[in-house]
Every structure is written in C-alpha cells, then in structure tokens.
C-alpha cells in the first residue's frame, strides 16, 4: 500500500442533496520513519542467522514477503510463544502449538510470511503451514525428525498462500548462491522489513543485559499497524473468546533459560507489553509472539537459567525480557494506522491489577476517546463515560476520582477531575497538551493501590480510508 497518504494531507468531500458541497481537510499524518535507525551489528545476539526476501506473497517485487530465522547454537535452543485467543486461530498458530508441545518448549527456527494471513483457510492452510516448517527443519545440516520450526502469517484472512512460491523462498536460504541469511544489522533488518503489512518503518530493538555478572543480548522485532487489540496466552487448545488481530514478534536472545522459566517470563511479558496496547480494538486471528534462548553466550557446561534453582537470575531475566518486550509493543501503537498521537493511559488505585489493566483498556478502545483526541478536544466527560462502564471487583466511588492530562514535555499536570469534581479547566492550555504527539491520560481511582497501563492512539480520517479499501 501506498505511503503517500501517511505524510500529506488528505481532502474530504461531503455531498448533499439539498446543501453545497462540503471540503473537509484533515491534518497530515507525521511520518514515522525516524523510529527506525541503525544499529551496530554488536547490538545482536550471538548463534543467529535470519533473512528477508521476496518470494511472490505480495505482487510488487521490492516488498519483501518472506522471513527465515535460524539458531546456530550448538545449545538445544529454548522456545517460549504467546499466541491470539481468537476461536479463529490461524493455521500457523496451531501448527506452532503443536511443535512446541511436541518438543517440550524446544525450536530452532521461526519462518514469516506477509502478504497472506492463512487463516480461515481450512485443511489446505493446515498443510501449507506444515510445509513451511518442515521445508525450514530441512535448513539445518541434520534436520530434525521432529519439527522445531515456529511459523508466522499475516495478512489478508481466507485466501490461501501460494505455497510453491513460499517453499522455493525457503529454498534458497539452503546452500547456494542465493542464500542471504547472515548476522548483521542489514540480515536483521532484512527479516524484520519482511515482517510488514501496512506498517511504515521495520520495528527493530536491541539491547545488552547482565545476568550474575555475564552480559547477554536481546534483539527482536515486530509488525502491526491496524487489526491491534493483542489478547494472547500461552499455548492452549482453542477459545471461543471474543474476536480481537495481527501482530507478530520475535524476540531473540543469546542468554541460556529453560523452556518452563522462558514461557513463565514471557506470559508476565507480554501481559504487562503486547496485551496492554490498541490501534483499533480488533483482535487477530494470527497474534503471535515468539521467544528464542539459544545460550550462545553461556559456557557449554552452564545450567540454563531457572525460576526454581535460581530465582534471583529469573526475575532479572523476566523484568528485562517485560521491559523490551513494552519497547517493542509502542513501537506497533507509534505506527497505528493513521494515527497522529501516541497515548499512555495510566490507571492507579485500583484493587487488582486485573481492574486497573481492563478500565485503561476500555478507555483506550472507546471510539469516542480516540476520536477526541484526534480533534484535539479535551472531552475529559468522554474518558469518565468509559471508566465507569467496567464491573470491578470493589465498587467505584465517583467522589474519589480524579482525572489529568499529563504532558509529555515534563510541564505541569492539567487537572480535569479531583474527587469527582470538575476542575475549571483551561481549555487552551488542554489544547495545547493533546496537540503533542505524546501526551498521558492519567486516571485516579482511589480504591486500592494496584495500577496498570495500556498504549493506544488516535482515531483519524486515514484510518478510515487504509481500511475501507485494504484488500485492493
């Protein structure tokens, strides 16, 4: 899809039978490009090879629709994965369920398509996703009998892949003159473009971290821009849940954890990261985020790192793994579709975490909040309507509520709302808040002492137009 519609402004016309026309210009989109930089090939991990190409998912050629991830640790590689709760998981989800259950939380590899999300695509989709893996199992120089190959999709829903074309992608990463899987910046960055649907910029992180003295790394990336309302868990047979849509990371690390310990970190992750941010309020039927600990960094004789026989390491390996993981989350909110704010919402004094993390995501999923703050119009009524439409587990009592804009620039709070009292408030200076393209909406409810937050953005005229049209 086009990008041109992200940066310039875009003209709308309103015909009536009975009234002159109407033009409606709407504010430019701001380009996200510059979330986007290089990094030193020193930024990655250790024992990865990965790739991107085009392989035909997508029609124009310099899209790249096809990403190989390998471990090439001579560790057995740990594999941790959060997957959509929708009833309509995608074959790709089902089949990265069984190979984890099959191996006992063990893969060494994870292949990503874009352009088709193979979903909804019956027992012909369930074949493909098997083929990707095994094709991907035949990479290795002793493939293994027993898949350890995760998959990925995203893209339309109810369309097949063209799996001719997809394998012979694959293909050419065995040995030959086409083979361009490689550990440097360019190699991830490659995998990490191939990763993308309507998102502007490839999402790409890394960092180092110490763990008992040894420094480890973390790199990862993701894709999402439109169908976001995450609501993943790890894997269990299929939901019947609501129906929420695509987001897909991996994330890679040289650290040595045990597949029990790196499932256990990342549910805590991605509850407190990819589970707490909205574009839209749609959940996928492919959202996937996968976790690969292959020790490359770790002496061949080191235990994996375990919460049982060492719990101190544990949780510094859980909080850093949470706090990436959050990195990579507002990364996906920062390129909402059409979006023109990024917006924390906090909620505090809640009696559980549960509370406070479901009133933020309510606030942060309400129509009219996101539309407000497009228009840059501090209708504070609008996130009160929305707080007070979750059950709690203790009763809320308006009286104790307060309500603020806090502005990114580290000037002073606006208060809206204190003890369920409207502030008089300064509408110009609220103005001049949500015309920022960061800003925090902060809610008190003076219940508790548990808080959460949730990232979202805002609701534009261009949301509208990417979506209307999205298969064409």
């Keep these: 899809m086009s990008l041109t519609g992200h940066c310039l402004p875009t003209v709308w016309k309103r ?67 959060c997957f959509t709760r929708n009833a309509f998981k995608a074959a790709p989800v089902i089949v990265s369920q069984e190979v984890l259950q099959r191996t006992g939380g063990r893969a060494r590899a994870v292949v990503v398509n874009s352009g088709c999300a193979n979903a909804v695509t ?19 120089p002793n493939p293994p009998s027993t898949s350890e190959t995760l998959i990925m999709s995203t893209g339309v829903i109810g369309q097949t ?6 394998l012979a992608g694959i293909r050419t990463q065995g040995v030959g003159k086409e083979r361009t899987l490689g550990s440097t910046f360019e190699a991830w960055e490659r995998a990490a473009r191939a990763f993308m649907t309507t998102d502007t910029f490839p999402k790409l992180r890394a960092r180092s971290f110490t763990i008992n003295g040894k420094e480890y790394r ?34 890679l690390t040289d650290a040595a954890i045990s597949p029990r310990s790196l499932q256990s970190a990342l549910n805590y992750a991605v509850d407190r990261s990819f589970n707490s941010i909205s574009v839209d309020g749609d959940m996928s039927t492919n959202d996937t985020i996968i976790v690969l600990a ?41 390129d909402g579709e059409g979006a023109t704010k990024f917006v924390t919402v906090t909620v505090e004094g809640a009696p559980t975490y549960e509370d406070a993390h479901r009133v933020a995501s309510r606030i942060s999923t309400s129509a009219l909040v996101k539309t407000a703050l ?20 203790a009763p809320l009592d308006p009286t104790r509520v ?68 999205y298969r064409t």
């Design 15 to 81: 015909f009536s039978s009975t009234a002159a026309t109407t033009t409606i210009v709407t504010k430019a989109i701001p380009s996200k490009r510059h979330h986007h930089k290089p990094l030193p090939d020193s930024a990655f991990p250790q024992g990865y090879a990965l790739t991107g190409l085009h392989c035909g998912v997508k029609k124009k050629p310099e899209l790249l629709d096809l990403a190989v991830i390998l471990s090439t640790s001579p560790r057995p590689t740990s594999a941790a994965a």
């Design 294 to 334: 292959n020790g490359a960094a770790t002496a061949a004789d080191e235990a994996e790192i375990d919460e049982e026989r060492d719990p101190v390491a544990y949780e510094t390996f859980k909080q850093e793994l949470t706090s990436f993981a959050a990195d990579l989350a507002k990364l996906v909110v920062r």
């Design 161 to 166: 892949l063209p799996i001719a074309k997809v």
């Design 218 to 251: 973390m790199a990862g990336m993701d894709k999402g821009a439109g169908m976001i309302h995450p609501d993943m868990g790890p894997p269990a047979p299929a939901s019947t849940g609501q129906l929420h849509a695509t987001l897909l990371g991996c994330i």
């Design 374 to 393: 497009f228009g840059e119009d501090a209708n504070w009524g609008r996130i009160l309507a929305a707080t007070g439409s979750i059950p709690l587990s």
């Design 402 to 469: 307060n309500v603020s804009f806090i502005p990114a620039d580290g000037t002073a709070p606006l208060p809206l709302l204190v003890s369920g009292e409207p502030e008089k408030v300064d509408e110009v200076r609220a103005k001049e808040i949500i015309s920022q393209e960061d800003l925090e909406i902060k809610v008190e409810l003076g219940i508790g002492s548990e808080s959460a937050q949730y990232w979202t953005c805002d609701f534009s005229y261009e949301y509208v137009r990417i979506n209307g049209d």
């Design 122 to 140: 019956g027992k012909q989709g369930m074949e493909d996703a098997w083929a990707m893996a095994r094709e991907t199992d035949s990479l290795f």
